[in-house]
């Protein structure tokens, strides 16, 4: 499966994932479940690619957040609802290392 | 290099739900050189030398309004004040910012003291917790904005 890298833009997934850092992700979803990070289309607007946590997932959806503690410092599924399992594009494995 | 070097690269947004940067603590800062203004007028506003209906009725009628004004915009002042504490500063600016919390408490009682009082003192204080405000708000946006006032 392709690997690709996310940078993070914004302060939602603080303090697990700062604004602007680096994360290297896989495109294989088929192992994510509670917890995992996913990048993943956002559900309203069709020219944003979004990261977030999966807090609960079924068969065909998944209710993500971020992980900032502040209610008002992440849009997501408190917001838009949640997301189809065919919005997922990449799940995170790792910040990228630095050379 | 490693291979991570020439992986395709995509932006993951990580934003919150109100749009970024439609927050600026200058209405604050309008809205406390209102309050000081008035503070200022309301201290020096002369009583009638010539006692009089008319005379006291433009005194008084002068009066209450610096009174009014000063009341309301000392409401607004705590408002903006209140929506950029709670909205705009998020826990991880707490890390660069520790006096966060009590700036903007002192800020928030000190535009209630304004309006209960008439007090020169308190205005200045409340445009110097505006003025520490706004040094915080953009030393977190990464931009040198000078203090300026409008009066």
């Given at each position: 499966?392709?690997?690709?890298?996310?940078?993070?833009?914004?302060?939602s997934?603080?303090?697990?994932y700062?604004?602007?850092?680096?994360?290297?992700c896989?495109e294989?979803v088929?192992?994510?479940?509670?917890?995992?990070v996913?990048?993943?289309?956002?559900p309203?607007?069709?020219?944003?690619?979004?990261i977030k946590?999966?807090?609960?997932?079924d068969?065909?959806?998944?209710f993500v957040e971020?992980?900032?503690?502040d209610?008002?410092a992440?849009?997501?599924?408190h917001n838009?609802?949640r997301?189809?399992?065919?919005?997922?594009?990449g799940?995170?494995?790792?910040v990228?290392?630095?050379q | 290099?490693t291979?991570?070097?020439?992986?395709p690269?995509?932006e993951?947004s990580?934003?919150?739900?109100g749009?970024c940067?439609?927050?600026d603590?200058a209405?604050a800062?309008?809205?406390?050189?209102a309050?000081?203004s008035?503070?200022k007028k309301?201290?020096?506003l002369?009583?009638?030398?010539?006692?009089s209906?008319?005379?006291?009725?433009?005194?008084l009628?002068?009066?209450?309004?610096?009174a009014a004004?000063k009341d309301?915009?000392?409401?607004k002042c705590k408002?903006e004040?209140?929506?950029?504490w709670?909205?705009?500063?998020?826990?991880?600016?707490l890390?660069?910012?520790?006096e966060?919390?009590t700036?903007?408490?002192?800020?928030?009682?000190?535009?209630s003291?304004c309006?209960?009082?008439?007090?020169?003192?308190?205005?200045?204080?409340l445009?110097?917790?505006?003025?520490a405000?706004?040094?915080?708000?953009?030393?977190i946006?990464?931009?040198?904005?000078?203090?300026?006032?409008a009066?």
């Amino acid at each position: 499966m392709q690997r690709f890298i996310a940078v993070v833009s914004g302060d939602s997934m603080w303090p697990t994932y700062a604004d602007g850092e680096r994360l290297v992700c896989s495109e294989d979803v088929s192992t994510v479940g509670a917890d995992s990070v996913i990048v993943f289309q956002h559900p309203l607007r069709s020219n944003v690619r979004a990261i977030k946590r999966i807090k609960e997932i079924d068969d065909l959806t998944a209710f993500v957040e971020g992980d900032n503690p502040d209610p008002l410092a992440s849009e997501d599924s408190h917001n838009f609802g949640r997301i189809p399992l065919s919005n997922l594009i990449g799940v995170v494995l790792h910040v990228e290392s630095k050379q | 290099m490693t291979t991570e070097n020439i992986l395709p690269e995509i932006e993951a947004s990580a934003h919150c739900d109100g749009p970024c940067g439609v927050y600026d603590p200058a209405s604050a800062r309008v809205a406390g050189e209102a309050v000081q203004s008035m503070t200022k007028k309301m201290l020096a506003l002369e009583y009638p030398k010539v006692f009089s209906s008319e005379s006291m009725a433009s005194y008084l009628n002068t009066m209450s309004r610096y009174a009014a004004i000063k009341d309301e915009e000392a409401q607004k002042c705590k408002h903006e004040l209140l929506v950029l504490w709670t909205d705009f500063f998020k826990p991880q600016h707490l890390e660069a910012h520790p006096e966060l919390h009590t700036t903007f408490w002192q800020a928030a009682k000190l535009c209630s003291a304004c309006k209960v009082e008439v007090s020169a003192t308190h205005a200045q204080e409340l445009m110097d917790a505006i003025e520490a405000i706004h040094t915080m708000f953009w030393a977190i946006k990464g931009r040198e904005v000078p203090w300026i006032r409008a009066s």
